[in-house]
């Protein structure tokens, strides 16, 4: 590791020293052309690094959001969602083809006609993703809880 270093430092010495000869044999008002377009060079690339990333930082903010936005409003109208048509599949069966298609994994329980289910996801949208296709596939969200913990979020909700 060393001797690695060593070479680096040897390396970007002789590569100095090559730069400061080159510069000496410019004259002054090309030495200061160099100097000022080397500066002026990082510091735009460097602005133009930092204003990217903070561009990237509020589309992502801005997408973080909408997508609770729209986990509220899910959550408010959880019991206004009504099926939109019948199909062949029980409901046990179609929440857990929906959840293969998503690929969540999912637990649930039957309770007389209603189906409890827990699902754990990071992601707010692919819950939310999970509870439309319920609601496509015919199925009733009859009541909803979200509860965020390790960094995962646990929705807990009963369906028929």
Do not use: C
Request: cysteine-free; overall charge neutral; charged content about 20%.
């Amino acid at each position: 590791m060393n001797n690695r270093l060593n070479r680096f430092q040897l390396t970007l010495d002789q590569k100095l020293e090559r730069l400061n000869e080159a510069l000496e044999r410019m004259s002054v008002r090309e030495r200061y052309m160099v100097v000022f377009t080397t500066v002026f060079v990082v510091v735009v690339g460097v602005g133009w690094a930092l204003w990217s990333m903070h561009r990237l930082a509020d589309e992502q903010q801005k997408r973080l959001t909408d997508l609770k936005d729209q986990m509220v409003w899910m959550q408010s109208n959880a019991v206004t969602m009504k099926p939109q048509g019948e199909g062949q599949l029980s409901v046990a069966e179609k929440v857990q083809r929906i959840s293969q298609q998503q690929g969540l994994s999912v637990s649930s329980q039957q309770v007389g006609e209603q189906l409890q289910i827990v699902a754990e996801h990071q992601s707010y949208a692919v819950l939310a993703n999970f509870l439309m296709q319920l609601s496509q596939m015919g199925l009733s969200v009859e009541k909803m809880e979200l509860v965020s913990a390790n960094n995962q979020i646990k929705l807990t909700a009963t369906v028929h």
